[in-house]
């Protein structure tokens, strides 16, 4: 925050040269009873609590360095509006007539998307917006059976004399899909 000075037993401050960038953020903040999906755009910075970059309007961010320093680094907060109106634009791409397009509500970076829009733009366009957004709340949507899973790779290298081989697949939970599969399809 703004002046505040920073102080820890005998450390010195310094200020970084080095600029941390914000990163867009997609929160989905709930599924209702009529399964209209609320969510938001908002900033997220890599390490820190999002609790705390929600609340609080930080412009500096402090860590603790080698040789009893403290190293400030100035926040830059990307413009968020270019990511608000693409997010606008797809969901609009997914209403399936012109009345459903009225019905989706936007004030700022707030949305509240109509069920018959919600499906059909989170089974179609989330993947593809994973590449922007940091996505929050994923949780919230198992009334879309929309589930959360991390993957794990599995690696299996055979040589021989001249070579070394290898096979790798991603398993999510009782799915396994091959490495190769998943570069062809374009996932990563």
């Known amino acids: 925050m703004e002046n505040v000075d920073v102080l820890y037993q005998d450390y010195e401050v310094e200020y970084s040269a080095t600029e941390i960038q914000t990163s867009p953020m997609l929160v989905i903040e709930k599924v209702d009873a009529d399964k209209a999906l609320y969510l938001h755009v908002d900033h997220t910075l890599t ?19 080698v ?20 997010l606008h634009k797809t969901i609009l791409r997914y ?3 012109k009345q459903a397009k009225k019905n989706i509500y936007q004030e700022n970076n707030f949305f509240i998307v109509p ?10 366009a989330l993947p ?10 994923a949780e919230n949507l198992r009334e879309y059976k929309v589930k959360v899973v991390s993957p ?9 004399i001249d070579f070394l081989e290898g096979e790798a697949s991603l398993n999510f939970e009782d799915e396994t ?3 190769q599969q998943v570069l062809s399809v374009g996932y990563l």
């Open 47 to 65: 390490g820190t609590d999002l609790s705390i970059a929600e609340r609080f309007d930080l412009t500096w961010k402090v860590s603790l360095g």
């Open 67 to 86: 040789n009893h320093k403290i190293i400030l680094k100035r926040i830059i907060r990307q413009p968020l509006d270019p990511f608000i109106a693409s």
């Open 95 to 97: 209403a399936p007539d």
């Open 115 to 124: 069920a018959d829009t919600a499906g059909p733009f989170l089974l179609h």
């Open 128 to 137: 593809s917006l994973l590449k922007d957004f940091v996505l929050v709340g």
């Open 152 to 160: 794990k790779l599995n690696v299996a290298f055979s040589s021989g």
């Open 177 to 179: 899909i091959s490495l």
